[in-house]
């Protein structure tokens, strides 16, 4: 399971870097993807992280704002928020992709072991 952390509360412009560490597992052998949910909305896919070369995917509304990378040595991926905006309110979570056959594909479904989440709040 992973554990997230560091979100909080924020107003828009402003940043945060989330913290994913995994227990029982080694966060480098899977691409890792970062979702969010928001209340009332479905969750969606934020950004991603391909195990091997880290090669990293965005949805188009946070390109150039959000930044994936990974600490293999720490275990712990992480996720720089910038330029922060009250869309991106809502419960943070980073999960390893366990099925599916494309790489780094943003469908929540070929996720799995979910944590708790971090909530991000970006308000004035």
């Known amino acids: 399971q992973t554990v997230e952390s560091g979100g909080g509360l924020v107003q828009p412009g402003g940043s945060l870097r989330l913290s994913c560490a995994a227990s029982g597992f080694t966060l480098a052998t899977y691409d890792i993807g970062w979702f969010r949910q928001a209340p009332g909305n479905e969750r969606e896919g934020v950004a991603c992280i391909k195990s091997g070369d880290d090669t990293t995917y965005y949805r188009n509304s946070v390109k150039g704002r959000f930044t994936i990378s990974r600490d293999g040595a720490k275990n712990t991926v992480y996720l720089e928020m910038n330029k922060l905006k009250e869309d991106d309110t809502g419960v943070y979570y980073c999960?390893?992709?366990?099925?599916?056959?494309?790489?780094?594909?943003?469908?929540?479904?070929?996720?799995?072991?979910w944590g708790q989440g971090t909530q991000v709040t970006v308000s004035s």
């Open positions: 999960v390893p992709k366990i099925r599916g056959i494309e790489r780094c594909a943003l469908r929540s479904l070929e996720y799995d072991y």
